[in-house]
């Protein structure tokens, strides 16, 4: 039995998928798209019942990749139950897709989700009368606290045995639920879902654009549910977190300011950009600070961890392998490139995800975008690519698998790409300063640089799409402290992927690599790099002002960016050759972990044009600093 999760963004499925699955969870894409959907599994004594969290969407008019996804899955795919998530403090807004999926005559039941901030703010809902008016059973659930799942989960096994026993009776194999008046009055106005959209012409199979769609129906019925099923002490009211980056958009419960518990106070407070600016930067930079600590305590440990795992590897491989060049090649590298990876990308991966975790469950992730936005729109990128751009000051990986959480392909691939090849990672950063405090070099040259390097591609990419930057609408979540199994399960879920799809490749093409470099297939620090032609060699102190040996560094940082400032290190520079050189290992070619990630999520076309843009903006730097620099 398939059930599908669908519901409006923040209405909290895929916590919702946690709690009834148990957290056994996998993610993967939907067939002939990039996004990702989350399935998870319900034991049951008479067979299991496999859950999909579709992604979160306003309606059901196709609009977007996002929004495709949750259409087809109701279409072609045809689950038998929707469960609709519904947000219960924003009823009114999110019982408009509920009229929508009504329509569609699957069966279904409605969670009103978040009831734990219902009881909170002194909110109730008659589940009854909400009940009888749309048709369908009505549950209060929590996916915070787990109130309400146990039964919820408990419908959806009576319905599958509802169905199994209508198939054993000849009957049909599930019910389709009567649409309650509310639907009914919804498809008199005109604003009906005929075979499967909202205003198809009846008999339309395809796709049909949402220019052709009203939706004003809809949202006027579900205010109309909603003022009659929601009251408060004291008056009946609805909290609607809507922004576009304007003020508050209220709807017709907003409350009074200064109202509500200290919670909604200082939530109130903290959407006021002259306050929020300055703590949102703090928690910022006190969660970077976190990361940059963090990340080196984490590689020790699992260096330390793993110690014992490569020691007996190499042991093994020279044991088992006959003696000579090769079996000494074999033993050194594979264990190598199989710990390095997860000595260095594992922590800062782990580490990136809680970080993302914790911003969204405490619902700062949503404010950082509505801050952010204008400092992206300069870059023609909407606020969410602000927390992309500041994890890849920690490690590349995690901020292109992070990019997934921007609204748009465009805005992902333009992300991607900028993260790929010119904001360098914290190794690159504390190393490089490290060279430049050695050879007193300049900071300041290769800061300007990679600022400018940012600007100069992002507009590049935005001019090259095509395509007008889109307005941000978002919606704000309810401020609330960290739940720590709620982060645990999301960095878990979200490490899920890594290790199917990342880390297996990551480690194989580390393998292949570290043989080649110990065989001397390809140019390593002690085996080429200061052996090139004359006229090689004219060219590059010539035309970038930095002997061989340190070009020889930027290269390194294809296979892993830390080696080329622990490389320059070893050398003897003059402060304006460090400084050229820092700059172009900064900006150089994207490392082997970060080639496989955007492999993964972008595809080789976006790897080879990121491997030539990097080549391009390294040297062209390395040109520039050579002419100017005194």
């Known amino acids: 039995m398939l059930v599908a999760l669908i519901g409006q963004p923040n209405s909290g499925k895929s916590a919702l998928l946690a709690r009834l699955t148990g957290a056994r969870v996998v993610t993967s894409n939907y067939p002939g798209t990039t996004v990702e959907v989350l399935r998870g599994t319900i034991r049951d004594r008479a067979g299991d019942i496999t859950v999909l969290d579709t992604p979160g969407t306003y309606s059901l008019a196709a609009s977007s990749k996002e929004q495709e996804v949750a259409r087809d899955v109701i279409v072609t795919v045809r689950p038998a139950l929707i469960v609709n998530v519904v947000d219960a403090t924003n009823l009114a807004r999110h019982l408009a897709l509920t009229l929508e999926l009504l329509t569609y005559r699957i ?20 589940t009854g009368a909400l009940s009888g008016v749309l048709g369908v059973p009505v549950f209060l659930t929590s996916a915070l606290t787990g109130e309400g799942v146990e039964e919820l989960k408990g419908a959806i096994v009576g319905a599958r045995r509802g169905r199994q026993a209508g198939a054993a009776t000849g009957g049909e194999q599930a019910s389709e639920q009567v649409p309650g008046p509310a639907c009914r009055e919804v498809s008199g106005s005109g604003g009906s879902l005929r075979d499967g959209a909202p205003g198809r012409p009846t008999g339309w199979k395809g796709y049909w654009p949402r220019d052709a769609v009203d939706l004003r129906p809809y949202q006027e019925e579900a205010e109309r549910i909603a003022q009659r099923v929601v009251s408060r002490a004291g008056g009946t009211v609805t909290g609607d977190r809507m922004r576009r980056r304007a003020p508050r958009a209220r709807g017709p419960w907003a409350r009074a300011p200064g109202a509500g518990p200290l919670g909604e106070r200082i939530e109130r407070l903290l959407d006021v950009p002259a306050l929020s600016i300055p703590v949102l930067i703090l928690v910022l930079v006190v969660a970077w600070k976190t990361i940059t600590k963090a990340i080196p305590l984490a590689e020790a440990a699992v260096r330390v961890a793993l110690g014992p795992v490569s020691e007996g590897l190499t042991g093994f491989l020279r044991a088992f392998l006959p003696p000579g060049r090769i079996s000494e090649v074999l033993a050194e590298a ?110 300041v040259a290769a800061g300007a640089a990679i600022a400018v390097s940012i600007a100069v591609i992002a507009r590049l990419l935005g001019s090259a799409s095509g395509v007008v930057r889109d307005p941000l609408v978002l919606e704000l979540p309810p401020l609330r402290f960290p739940i720590v199994r709620n982060v645990l399960l999301k960095t878990g879920m979200r490490l899920t992927g890594f290790f199917d799809h990342v880390l297996p490749l990551v480690v194989a093409m580390n393998v292949v690599l570290r043989l080649l470099v110990s065989a001397d297939g390809l140019p390593g620090p002690g085996n080429g790099f200061s052996h090139v032609s ?48 820092v700059t172009m290992v900064a900006l150089g070619l994207p490392c082997l972990p970060s080639s496989v990630a955007l492999w993964r999520e972008m595809g080789p076309g976006t790897v080879v044009l990121s491997f030539l843009i990097s080549a391009a903006i390294s040297t062209g730097w390395g040109v520039i600093l050579n002419l100017v620099l005194p």
């Open 107 to 126: 069966p279904m039941v409605l969670a009103l989700n978040s009831c734990d901030l219902l009881h909170s703010r002194g909110i109730s809902v008659d």
């Open 334 to 443: 594979v264990p190598e490139g199989i710990v390095l990876p997860l000595a260095t990308v594992l922590p800062a991966i782990i580490v990136a995800y809680t970080f993302i975790a914790l911003l969204e469950d405490s619902g700062l992730l949503g404010r950082y975008a509505a801050l952010g936005d204008a400092l992206t729109g300069l870059l023609r990128l909407p606020g969410q690519a602000l927390i992309p751009f500041v994890l890849a000051f920690g490690c590349r990986v995690p901020a292109i698998l992070s990019a997934r959480i921007l609204p748009s392909d465009r805005s992902r691939w333009m992300t991607s790409i900028i993260v790929g090849t010119v904001i360098p990672c914290t190794a690159t950063v504390s190393l490089g300063l490290a060279v430049l405090a050695r050879f007193g070099g300049s900071p």
């Open 534 to 581: 004359g006229l090689a060699a004219r060219v590059i102190e010539g035309g970038l002002g930095i002997p061989p040996a340190a070009f020889g560094a930027v290269l390194l940082t294809m296979f892993q960016r830390y080696l080329a400032p622990l490389f320059l290190l070893q050398l003897q520079l003059t402060g304006r050759q460090a400084t050229i050189a």
